[in-house]
Each structure stands twice: as structure tokens, then as C-alpha cells.
């Protein structure tokens, strides 16, 4: 039981490549989710996905596309990198709820560290 | 607007000093408090949630409704403690459930 896994770990891209980060899970999460951690900014919600084939916009999803084709994958993409998008990114996922109704922890990946120059 | 403020990015003490890490909120349903914890090298994890009202590592946090607080305490910290604290807020925004996270406060525990 990997958990949540990312690749890849590190990438330094020039201004305007493009890249694709994968975000596996193997807990049959249903809600998957794309962060970004920044000094002072602690994490902002960028992309969020509650089930196979859907995803919508977090807090701070310019720049970023998504997709979740299959249950366990959440793909997040930059067709366009540029300095801005310099940072560290996490993928989580989650049940949808627990037991009693309550928000079920959100289980994280390791992080990804891109560097746009 | 939900919102999660902590205030200090920087927090450094003593060995067995103890230790508050500061939460405030702001949510206008019933809110699920959370802090998560990121050691050097590791991935983000869940402390300690505040319904479950649980002393893990030592920590505890009660949540102020009035003062809308979650405030993070341990009575003796221990070098290990250093790390990065978030608190986060769960609530349901736009239709989903998500969670909102604090800046942070990286906490330093000195010898």
C-alpha cells in the first residue's frame, strides 16, 4: 500500500514548456485534490476532483489544468509554464466523508518541486 | 469567507518550554478543525483533528467558537516537535467539502 505517490519529484522547466504532474493513489479515495505551497502563503487549493471524470477549480487555478480519467490518477498540467509557477506541489486524497458525517483526513503525496526559470 | 489566519510564521523555544501555536478562523457554518504537521523531509500528515478531542505527541487543541480559536498547545516540547504547523479548516465551499489551509508556523525547538 503505496499511499499517495507523485511524480515526478523534482523539474526545472524554461518559461513557456509545458509538463505534466501524476498523482496516483491505491486507498480508493474518491476526492483527489492539487496544491501549492509557497513561503508565507501556506497551501492553496488549485484544482479539486470528488470522483472519476469530474474536476473543478480551486482558490488558484489559472495556469493549471486537470484531469481524472481514472479513480486513482489526477493529472495536473501546465501548458505554459512561467516564473510564477515556481513552487512546491502536493497531491492529496480523501474519502468523501466519514463515518458520523465528519471530513475524512486528507491523505498527501511526498511533493513535487518545480522550478520555472 | 472562510479564512484561516496564523499568526506567526516563526516560533522558537526552549527544550521543555511549553508551546502555543495560534489558530484563528472565520467560517459562518459549523466548522471542522485541523492541524497538520510536515517534518523535515516528510510529507504533510494530520496531527490532530478537534472532534475527535485526542492528545496526540502531547498536543492538544480545544476550539473557541466564541473566540472562533484552535489553538495549538503542548506543556513540554520536545526537539522533535520542529516542523511545520498548519491549521486548516474544513467546510463545505461550492458544493464540496475542502479544506482551508493556515500560512503555517515553522516552530523551532531549541536545546
Known amino acids: 500500500n503505496a499511499g499517495v505517490t507523485q511524480t515526478p519529484k523534482f523539474r526545472v522547466l524554461k518559461t513557456g514548456q509545458s509538463m505534466t504532474l501524476l498523482c496516483a493513489q491505491d486507498?480508493?479515495?474518491?476526492?483527489m485534490y492539487w496544491y501549492r505551497q509557497d513561503p508565507g502563503m501556506g497551501l492553496r487549493l488549485i484544482h479539486y476532483s470528488v470522483g472519476e471524470g469530474t474536476t473543478a477549480k480551486g482558490e488558484v487555478p489559472d495556469g493549471y489544468n486537470v484531469s481524472r480519467l481514472k479513480k486513482q490518477n489526477f493529472l495536473l498540467g501546465l501548458e505554459s509554464a512561467a516564473p510564477s509557477q515556481t513552487s512546491v506541489y502536493f497531491c492529496?486524497?480523501?474519502?468523501?466523508?466519514?463515518?458520523?458525517?465528519?471530513?475524512?483526513?486528507?491523505?498527501f503525496g511526498p511533493g513535487t518541486r518545480l522550478t520555472v526559470l | 469567507a472562510q479564512r484561516v489566519t496564523q499568526p506567526e510564521k516563526l516560533l522558537s523555544v526552549f527544550k521543555g518550554a511549553p508551546v502555543e501555536l495560534k489558530c484563528n478562523y472565520s467560517y459562518s457554518g459549523s466548522p471542522e478543525l485541523f492541524w497538520y504537521v510536515q517534518y523535515s523531509r516528510q510529507r504533510l500528515q494530520l496531527l490532530l483533528r478537534?472532534?475527535s478531542r485526542e492528545s496526540i505527541k502531547g498536543f492538544t487543541a480545544d476550539l473557541n467558537k466564541g473566540e472562533t480559536s484552535f489553538h495549538l498547545k503542548k506543556p513540554f516540547a520536545q526537539e522533535e516537535d520542529s516542523a511545520m504547523y498548519y491549521c486548516a479548516l474544513s467546510g463545505e465551499i461550492q458544493g464540496a467539502q475542502k479544506l482551508v489551509f493556515g500560512q503555517g508556523t515553522r516552530l523551532t525547538i531549541n536545546p
Open positions: 478537534h472532534i
Open positions: 492529496a486524497s480523501s474519502y468523501s466523508r466519514r463515518r458520523g458525517g465528519s471530513t475524512d483526513t486528507q491523505y
Open positions: 486507498m480508493n479515495h474518491e476526492y
